[in-house]
């Protein structure tokens, strides 16, 4: 059984950093591919990043690149996403996702079967 619970977020100014966790609290870690995704109020659920099992290919959509860096540590059952020069339009809940049964860099969150609860990312201005 696979448990996700995010960790991490909160309120930052615009140029400013946060590293979002998610941890497996399940009893095994079986995940494998993972992925973040966001979603404001009124707005579909946006894909984020993802990486594969072994994490040596990771994906990101286009106004993250370069400022989002994903990454996991199995040995840990954790999943990270570190943040950096955040802005104003990155608010958002961000949730983390894990496939059992796929592995690869996954962009579309009906792959996913396992979600967390999510965490409240909030950038001023």
């Known amino acids: 059984q696979v448990q996700l619970v995010e960790s991490g977020g909160g309120l930052v100014q615009a140029g400013g950093s946060l590293r979002l966790s998610c941890v497996d609290s399940?009893?095994?870690?079986?995940?494998?591919?993972m992925g973040w995704f966001r979603q404001t109020q009124g707005k579909e659920r946006e894909f984020v990043a993802a990486?594969?099992?072994?994490?040596?290919?990771?994906s990101y959509t286009d106004s993250v690149k370069g400022r989002f860096t994903i990454s996991r540590d199995n040995a840990k059952n954790t999943m990270y996403l570190q943040m950096n020069n955040l802005k104003p339009e990155d608010t958002a809940v961000y949730s983390c996702?894990?496939?059992?049964?796929?592995?690869?860099?996954?962009?579309?969150?009906?792959?996913?079967?396992?979600w967390g609860q999510g965490t409240q990312v909030t950038v001023s201005s």
């Open positions: 996702a894990a496939s059992t049964k796929v592995d690869g860099i996954i962009s579309e969150d009906v792959v996913y079967d396992y």
């Open positions: 399940g009893r095994t870690f079986s995940s494998r591919a």
């Open positions: 990486i594969n099992w072994i994490g040596t290919r990771k």
